[in-house]
Structures are given as C-alpha cells and as structure tokens.
C-alpha cells in the first residue's frame, strides 16, 4: 500500500519527527546559552537564528560577511548569513540544527564561542 495514504502510519511518523527535532533544538539551544551566543527562540522549523552583532567590527553587510568567513574559514562552521535570508539588520546567522548529526552542531558551537572569545 501507499504508506502517504496510511494516515495512522504518517501521523505518527510526523510525531516522531517532531519529538526528534524538539529533542535537537533543546539541546542546540541550552549549547547556545552555555556558549553565551544569543539566538532568537522558534517555534518550530530545522533552524536558530543565532545573534552575532555584538561581534560585528561594523553594521554593515560587510561586517556581516566578514564574519561569516571568519567562522568558515576559521572554525569551519557554515552558518547562513542574514544577508542571504534577507534579513536587513547585520548580523544575524542561522544555524541549521537537522542537516548534521547533533553531536557535529554541538561541536561547531564550541568552535564558534571559541572564535567569538578570540
């Protein structure tokens, strides 16, 4: 049978996977607190959307860029820019916590909190 047409089956398949994420965000989020990086809270979704612009040397997209490749190129970690979600104010990144194994984020936090005390 079609396992789309299996309502009982996707309803709790689509729990589960809300439970997971939730589980995720939690401890991305409580990664984010004991690092001392500020991020907007979410309802829901894959993503933080973590709060650089006390480390901006400007507020500037420029700014915003800059460290955006500091974190790549020195921590290794790709976060998204604000720029590119079109957020107007600098310094916004959004880290996606589902595309990576959790201990893989918690790890690119520790590397960002590093950079950030650098």
Not at 5 to 24: H, N, P
Not at 77 to 89: D, S, W, Y
């Amino acid at each position: 049978g079609d396992l789309l047409a299996d309502q009982e089956w996707s309803d709790r398949y689509v729990a589960l996977l809300q439970r997971r994420l939730g589980d995720v965000y939690r401890q991305v989020t409580a990664a984010l607190d004991a690092a001392g990086i500020p991020f907007v809270p979410a309802d829901g979704g894959i993503f933080v959307l973590c709060d650089f612009r006390s480390d901006l040397t400007a507020q500037t997209p420029a700014a915003e860029a800059a460290l955006w490749r500091r974190f790549l190129e020195k921590g290794h970690v790709n976060l998204t820019p604000g720029a590119a979600c079109r957020i107007q104010e600098p310094g916004f990144m959004r880290l996606c916590f589902a595309a990576e194994p959790t201990a893989t984020v918690l790890a690119g936090i520790e590397r960002l909190a590093a950079l950030r005390s650098s």
